[in-house]
């Protein structure tokens, strides 16, 4: 139907049979076939055969002006699935709170710069969450934050960004333990942390329960400065990334501690699915966007 709808469409344009299988590289005979099959699928005559040349029914017009719609729709779906062709649509990708504060203005400032006809969702979570979004086709690209030598997941494609060293911290002037310490010299301690289903507090709550031992919160809060205050403050041990700790206000304020059986390193990784279509260059720009956010950050250090 959709070739028959083309050449319906190029004979209006053209006015003429002979020049619309001219354009269409088909004999003229191959355009009246076409037409016909059209006129029976509409159950209507689209041209008044007893004119010389025949002419256009008044249902002709108006077929041709849904033809024109639905064949741009149509173009605008075979362009979708390539990844050769500009970006349509919506493009929605999720980033964790940690990479947001570093990316987020730069990112979506370089999406709409670039793909004004691209319309922008951007979801900030936690990697959990935004992996599940990812796997269930909910998001078109995250970044999740993956312990080294984490496989992604299954469905899922996608390249490191920035890998973030994270370290447990406490109050430089009212230390609670002493600077090279161990998961067992810390368990007496509240923690001040982000909510349930950061990838930090994860891997710090595994290495407790691996010693036999339970965390203790004492706040949780997604506010990252509020969290160094109330550690500097003497009021529990916190983890942070060494990046974010270093161009932190409160740095002076805190001291870093050597513990010997908790080492963690977290990859930023973007993901996307195997085949991401017409999307492929905001993909790509994003990522591009990602890399130069996190060396302007590195080089604030």
């Known amino acids: 139907m959709i070739e028959d709808l083309k050449t319906f469409v190029t004979v209006i344009n053209e006015a003429s049979l002979t020049r619309a299988a001219d354009i269409l590289c088909v004999s003229q005979s191959a355009i009246s076939k076409r037409i016909q099959r059209l006129e029976q699928l509409l159950g209507a005559e689209l041209f008044d055969r007893d004119s010389k040349p025949p002419r256009p029914t008044a249902l002709a017009n108006r077929v041709y002006e849904q033809a024109v719609t639905l064949l741009g729709d149509w173009s605008h779906l075979l362009d979708v699935a390539h990844e050769g062709a500009a970006p349509s649509g919506t493009f929605r990708f999720g980033l964790p709170p940690a990479v947001a504060d570093v990316t987020l203005f730069d990112a979506v400032l370089k999406m709409n710069d670039l793909f004004p006809a691209l319309e922008i969702r951007l979801r900030t979570e936690w990697s959990p969450a935004l992996q599940r979004a990812a796997e269930q086709g909910q998001l078109d690209a995250a970044v999740l934050m993956l312990p080294d030598g984490t496989s992604l997941p299954h469905g899922l494609t996608g390249r490191q960004i920035v890998t973030f060293e994270v370290k447990v911290i406490q109050s430089a002037d009212k230390p609670l333990v002493k600077r090279k310490s161990s998961i067992r010299s810390l368990v007496a301690h509240g923690w001040i942390l982000n ?107």
């Open 195 to 301: 909510p349930d289903g950061c990838g930090y507090r994860a891997a710090l709550e595994r290495s407790m329960e691996a010693a036999g031992q339970r965390l203790r919160v004492s706040v949780d809060t997604h506010a990252t400065n509020t969290q160094l205050k109330l550690v500097g403050a003497g009021l529990g041990l916190g983890l942070v990334p060494l990046d974010v700790l270093r161009t932190s206000p409160y740095r002076d304020q805190l001291e870093v501690l050597d513990v010997s059986d908790f080492k963690l390193s977290l990859g930023g990784w973007l993901v996307y699915p195997h085949q991401t279509g017409n999307l492929k260059p905001a993909i790509d720009a994003l990522a591009e966007s990602l890399y130069a956010s996190f060396e302007r950050h590195v080089a604030k250090v």
